[in-house]
């Protein structure tokens, strides 16, 4: 059984920096991709970064240069530092995983879900 457990998230103000953790069992894929993605109230799931087994890593433009993705094997975990938030970037974060490397940031590929973590940045 996978299971995906996100931590980190939090309030902050603009400018600042967070660094979500997403630590996964049961998920034993490979090739695999695994990603962030988030919600905003009202608005759709959008993709935000994600890694393949072979390290590619995919960003949503908005937050190419202020997010980096990174994953610890050893530990089963997936990172993400997000650094100069701004307001829009306030929504539930999620972890997400696919079976298979097919690793595009589109919702409906993606197999297991994390319950998401909370980010609030105010301006």
């Known amino acids: 059984q996978v299971q995906l457990v996100e931590s980190g998230g939090g309030s902050v103000q603009a400018g600042g920096s967070l660094r979500l953790s997403c630590a996964a069992s049961?998920?034993?894929?490979?090739?695999?991709?695994i990603a962030w993605f988030r919600q905003a109230p009202g608005k759709e799931r959008e993709g935000v970064a994600g890694?393949?087994?072979?390290?590619?890593?995919t960003y949503e433009v908005s937050v190419n240069g202020r997010f980096n993705i990174s994953r610890n094997h050893a530990k089963n975990t997936l990172y993400m530092q997000m650094s100069s938030l701004k307001p829009e970037d306030t929504a539930m974060y999620y972890c997400?995983?696919?079976?298979?490397?097919?690793?595009?940031?589109?919702?409906?590929?993606?197999?297991?879900w994390g319950q998401g973590t909370q980010v609030t940045v105010s301006s």
């Open positions: 049961g998920y034993r894929y490979s090739p695999y991709c």
């Open positions: 890694i393949d087994s072979d390290g590619t890593i």
């Open positions: 997400t995983a696919l079976r298979g490397s097919f690793c595009r940031l589109v919702a409906a590929d993606f197999d297991y």
